[in-house]
């Protein structure tokens, strides 16, 4: 496994460990009625930002691995295992990252604490149930 590879996928744990715990501050928080602190805007920050990190890291991978290589897209789009790594994969964490984003940004434009929990819950709820669902856990395990 080259060096770049190995960032990827340690730093993917970081990003799931993070994503967990701002996900479930802002559900916990939210149905709770809580006040959103100081905290809670670092711990939502915190995700964006390692989520971000990942899609970097994750672009210059995608690049340099040369999935295509002499693959056709059409050959590419028969195998269900290249298919998965080189375009599943990216496509549906780009769209995660983009999620967690518009959370974010919808979450300082809210002026009391509810509405930008709910901001951050439904995004990021809905970031983290695409990343579980792309993690390639063959891979991990």
């Keep these: 496994?080259?060096?770049?590879?190995?960032?990827?996928?340690?730093?993917?744990?970081?990003?799931?460990?993070v994503l967990i715990?701002?996900?479930?501050?802002?559900?916990?928080?939210f149905f709770g009625n809580k006040e959103f602190d100081a905290k809670d805007f670092r711990i939502s920050l915190f995700a964006l930002i390692t989520m971000h990190i990942q899609l970097l890291i994750g672009i210059v991978l995608w690049f340099t691995k040369g999935y295509f290589g002499e693959m056709s897209v059409g050959e590419v789009m028969k195998n269900d295992a290249v298919r998965k790594l080189a375009i599943e994969h990216p496509t549906t964490m780009l769209i995660a990252v983009?999620?967690?984003?518009?959370?974010?940004?919808?979450?300082?434009?809210?002026?009391?604490?509810?509405?930008k929990f709910k901001m951050l819950a439904v995004f990021y709820t809905i970031a983290l149930a695409l990343v579980l669902y792309m993690i390639p856990w063959n891979l991990w395990f």
């Design 1 to 17: 496994m080259d060096t770049l590879q190995f960032i990827h996928s340690g730093w993917a744990y970081v990003v799931l460990i």
């Design 21 to 29: 715990l701002a996900t479930l501050n802002a559900l916990i928080k």
């Design 98 to 115: 983009a999620l967690v984003t518009i959370g974010y940004s919808k979450h300082k434009k809210k002026l009391v604490s509810k509405p």
